[in-house]
């Protein structure tokens, strides 16, 4: 009898963690939503808080005066080909490293945010230490969970973050030699501030044509309802300039109802609704808008280590393909080479976005800027 007793209760162990399974399968976006989203008030009106000095060094993480520039990183082996005689201005705007719930902004010198902050700068901005001098700025971010809901507290850290944005951009204006191009890059929340800074400082002046390109990697842009409105048009070929470049990587079988689901039921800034519209999607590969590429064409691939700090780099590892509603397939799950354990819900590969194509990224760059200069 206690022998029997024990292989029931082992039985019964095992139905739990097999219910335990099922259940977060069925509802793993739920799940990652509740423990993700702050339950706390948004607690900093932007209106009683003073804008931050962008003179002050200290408040960037990449600049070309910093010598502890995790920006100028290039991966093992890599050989990197010669800059360009005329340089490129960078303005790089790193993606969310604040994953608490306390609150709904990160504090400019939340330790830990920063440090993933230098790691995300150090193998997304890097693509770019080719084509010329990066500024990446510290901003007072919003939190990873105001991404997850669309309480009014969500759109309060956002607009809050944008205010350190700007203000960096105005900063990096003034420093920037007059006679460079300017590249725009920017990454997941990074390049949701920057559609606002291509709204509102670019479209309609003088300033666009400094453009070379503008990278708004890791975010939804609709080409019917968003795209009109940043004053820069989608890169439709390899080697164009003066335009947009945006993509958002998936593996098959994708499931991108957590993009969706937000996507449909929100508007442009104009009020034009977004529901139904392709994403814009610039094959990474290629440089050309809505096509497909095999693996041989990807000319390398980061395979960062688990902690991000480093990174070993393998050609011909990952396809692309623009799949009809904009997003970029990546083929099969099983088919791609070893990654640290940041796969989002629905084989989201958002946190790889750049290291992925990081060697085409330069590619582009670097054949974008030559066609910016007429060369």
């Known amino acids: 009898m206690p022998a029997r007793r024990f292989l029931w209760i082992v039985a019964g162990i095992v139905m739990l963690f097999v219910l335990a399974a099922v259940g977060y399968r069925l509802f793993e976006k739920q799940l990652f939503k509740y423990t993700m989203v702050p339950t706390v008030a948004f607690e900093q009106p932007a209106a009683k808080i003073p804008e931050l000095d962008y003179k002050d060094r200290g408040l960037w993480i990449a600049r070309p005066d910093r010598a502890d520039n ?42 830990e945010s920063q440090q993933r ?31 997850l809901t669309t309480q009014a507290d969500a759109e309060k850290a956002l607009a809050f973050a944008y205010r350190d944005v700007l203000a960096a951009f105005e900063e990096f204006l003034r420093q920037a030699p007059e006679d460079r191009p300017i590249i725009l890059a920017a990454h997941s929340q990074g390049s949701l501030h920057l559609t606002r800074l291509l709204r509102e400082r670019v479209a309609g002046t003088p300033l666009a044509k400094r453009i070379a390109a503008a990278y708004v990697i890791g975010w939804p842009i609709s080409t019917t309802a968003d795209l009109k409105l940043l004053g820069l048009p989608a890169c439709e070929r390899a080697g164009q300039s003066g335009c947009i470049i945006a993509w958002q990587s998936f593996s098959e079988p994708a499931d991108p109802k957590m993009v969706t689901d937000v996507y449909d039921a929100s508007v442009s800034p104009n009020g034009e609704r977004r529901a139904g519209s392709p994403m814009l999607c610039v094959n990474p590969i290629t440089g050309n808008a809505g096509d497909e590429a095999p693996a041989s064409g990807n000319l390398g691939t980061l395979l960062p280590n688990a902690e991000l700090t480093e990174a070993t780099m393998q050609v011909g590892a990952v396809p692309a393909r623009c799949a009809e509603n904009g997003f970029l397939l990546i083929g099969a799950q099983e088919a791609l080479p070893e990654l640290p354990a940041y796969v989002l819900p629905g084989n989201n590969y958002h946190v790889f976005d750049y290291a992925l194509f990081w060697a085409n990224i330069r590619a582009d760059a670097t054949a974008r800027l030559a066609s910016f200069r007429g060369s």
Do not use: C, M
């Open 70 to 111: 995790p920006a100028l990183w290039t991966p093992t082996g890599f050989t990197p080909s010669p800059a360009p005689a005329q340089k490129a201005a960078i303005f790089f705007i790193h993606p969310t490293s604040f994953l608490e719930t306390s609150r709904w902004n990160a504090e400019i010198d939340h330790a």
């Open 117 to 147: 902050a230098r790691l995300f700068v150090q193998h997304q901005a890097s693509a770019f230490n080719g084509v010329g001098d990066i500024w990446a700025p510290k901003y007072r971010q919003a939190t990873f969970g105001a991404f």
